[in-house]
């Protein structure tokens, strides 16, 4: 472009200096007179004319051209450009959604992690109420389950409260629910006591005589035989009553409640 316009600057010039010569007499005479001289400026008028038409032609065409170049390369930059955005938005999509499925994993972790723990803890409180747990029953070290513990506890809360009828109703259930249990020697003998408060002689008779089937050498033996022989006189029958005092005694000669035994026997003589 800037070659063009140096071109035209220097035609226009030269036009210029012919001009200035042709119009001089002295050139003028060189033509044969005025109207030579006026055909020969016309002419090179149109033809700086044309020249410049063509120059200017040319210029505006060259910058249509750059102008469509440029424009041509700016939309293909543009175009470029929003692909590159468009890659851009993508990647960050994926990026978020990568992250947050990353999240979710981890919540998820979390959430199985504390559940597991929770179970597992469940799971150790369950386990710790089925182990055995240390008990002193009559003197002796024994492991019972924590369940019939607390229940035959519970029993004798009634004995001790001297609440019969309760004792008695909770004495059996535990008998009941506990057959084999290391309380049953125990749990035979206050259920006796019970019934004998509550006057159901017959049955305080039955345990107190399964407690000596059992357990003969039981530290509370001669203590049931001697509730026997209560029984035996509050139904009447001091034979019976006699004859059960006496095997007391030779059973259990050492035994405290062997005193006793003699003094009831002499009364009863």
């Known amino acids: 472009m800037q070659h063009v316009r140096s071109g035209l600057h220097r035609a226009t010039m030269a036009l210029s200096l012919v001009l200035a010569i042709l119009s001089s007499p002295a050139q003028a005479a060189l033509f044969g007179g005025d109207d030579e001289a006026r055909r020969a400026i016309l002419d090179l008028r149109q033809r700086l004319e044309q020249s410049q038409n063509a120059t200017r032609a040319l210029i505006e065409q060259n910058a249509q051209s750059q102008t469509q170049s440029q424009n041509q390369a700016t939309a293909q930059l543009r175009s470029a450009l929003l692909d590159l955005q468009g890659q851009i938005d993508r990647l960050k999509s994926d990026l978020a959604q990568s992250m947050g499925a990353q999240e979710r994993l981890a919540r998820d972790l979390t959430e199985l992690q504390l559940r597991q723990k929770d179970v597992i803890i469940s799971m150790d409180d369950r386990l710790r109420r089925f182990e055995p747990v240390p008990a002193t029953i009559d003197g002796r070290e024994v492991m019972v389950d924590p369940a019939e513990k607390n229940e035959f506890e519970k029993a004798m809360a009634w004995v001790r409260q ?95 409640t062997a005193g006793t035994a003699r003094e009831r026997l002499s009364r009863l003589r």
């Open 162 to 256: 001297a609440d019969f009828p309760a004792a008695q109703t909770a004495l059996s259930s535990f008998l009941l629910r506990y057959g084999s249990s290391a309380y049953v020697p125990s749990a035979l003998f206050w259920l006796g006591n019970a019934q004998y408060a509550n006057k159901a002689y017959k049955e305080s008779m039955a345990n107190f005589q399964k407690l000596l089937r059992l357990v003969p050498n039981h530290p509370r033996a001669a203590e049931a035989m001697l509730a026997i022989s209560n029984v035996q006189i509050e139904l009447k029958d001091t034979k019976a009553a006699r004859k059960t005092l006496e095997d007391l005694i030779a059973a259990y000669p050492q035994a405290e």
